[in-house]
């Protein structure tokens, strides 16, 4: 099973100011990987898959790179909405999460 | 747009059979292009995938080895839903589960829509 670990595991930001977050697999997933955001009582929704292909709706403030072991997550310029919790998934099988960073107002 | 509605009862006691349902709108259980998963959330807030099933000429189940003895994972054509079952529940079994849509050919393996979210409390 390949193991996901997101860093940092909270990330202060002030609003308007660039997050970067990361995500390390325990072997290489190729481009198999996936974010999502998950605010508070609500189900995470799609943000990037393919490592750096945005879902339909998602704005362009968020991007995503990477590729092997080594993927990212950035948002540009924070936004109110923004902060939140985020999620990387790869989907080699078995398919497998992170533990999540959350991005919280400095 | 494809909507997922869950339903299903929250509060089990250890030995109990846990029962859910997801009721798709905007799209057919039977699609041959899409996957029907389950994904629970712990109360520490990791996501394990519990596993799916999928219309492919006939349909297929594939399980995560943790629950692979105890869980079920069927389509209902006739109502357009996927229900799921998890016998002989634990407090580990404590989560909010998630039923959520791959679409696409293998390896297209991302999650979306998702559903609402249940929350199931395994306790005595």
């Known amino acids: 099973e390949i193991v996901m670990t997101q860093s940092p595991a909270t990330l202060s930001v002030s609003p308007g100011e660039r997050a970067t977050l990361s995500c390390r697999a325990s072997q290489t997933v190729s481009s198999k990987i996936a974010w999502y955001q998950q605010k508070p009582g609500q189900a995470p929704r799609l943000l990037i898959y393919?490592?750096?292909t945005r879902a339909t709706g998602i704005p362009a403030r968020f991007s995503g790179s990477g590729s092997g072991t080594e993927f990212t997550l950035t948002i540009s310029s924070l936004q109110s909405e923004d902060f939140a919790l985020y999620y990387c998934?790869?989907?080699?099988?078995?398919?497998?999460f992170g533990g999540g960073t959350k991005v919280e107002i400095k | 747009q494809v909507q997922l509605q869950q339903s299903g009862p929250g509060l089990l006691k250890p030995s109990q059979t846990l029962s859910l349902t997801c009721a798709i709108s905007g799209d057919s259980v039977s699609n041959d292009n899409a996957a029907w998963n389950w994904i629970r959330q712990s109360p520490s807030g990791g996501l394990e995938w519990l596993g799916r099933t999928y219309y492919r000429s006939k349909w297929y189940n594939n399980y995560a080895l943790s629950v692979r003895s105890r869980i079920t994972i069927n389509p209902d054509t006739s109502k357009n839903l996927v229900s799921l079952q998890l016998n002989s529940v634990s407090p580990d079994d404590t989560a909010v589960y998630f039923c959520?849509?791959?679409?696409?050919?293998?390896?297209?393996?991302?999650?979306?829509?998702w559903g609402q979210g249940t929350l199931v409390t395994v306790s005595s």
């Open positions: 998934q790869q989907y080699n099988w078995p398919l497998t």
């Open positions: 393919g490592a750096s």
């Open positions: 959520a849509r791959v679409e696409g050919s293998s390896g297209h393996d991302w999650f979306d829509p």
